[in-house]
């Protein structure tokens, strides 16, 4: 038995903001040709990181932190979001599509960890090796 989680496993908070932008930017649709790009550009920049919320909470970032950490990977979160929507607008897979896109952002943030390990551990000094030297 593991024992009682400490913390809830929420996957992403309920955002009036998010769907007040989604609403907002539904109108791009109605643009022949590069409406629906438009839309789904705009919606999947807002949505991408939205996917890394419980990563930034897991890792006790703040606003601004979070805001710097995502600033440096805009395009990527950007094309997350974006391809995520896309994949879940098809009207029979959705659902899978919900899945997988969890799966994909847990396996992106668990990149984003080793990457971070791995630069840490260089940045540390080195510290010689045991040698053991019997006289």
Known sequence: MLGKPTRSAQFSPF?????CEFVLFLPFNLIPVVGTPIFLLLTGRRAGPFYHWRYFALRGLGRKDKKEFVKSRRLQYTWFGTVALVLQLLP???????LTTAAGAALWAADLEKARSLQVESQAPSVPGYVDDPV
Do not use: D, G, P, Y
């Open 15 to 19: 955002s009036f903001r998010l769907i």
């Open 92 to 98: 029979v897979l959705s659902m899978l599509f919900l």
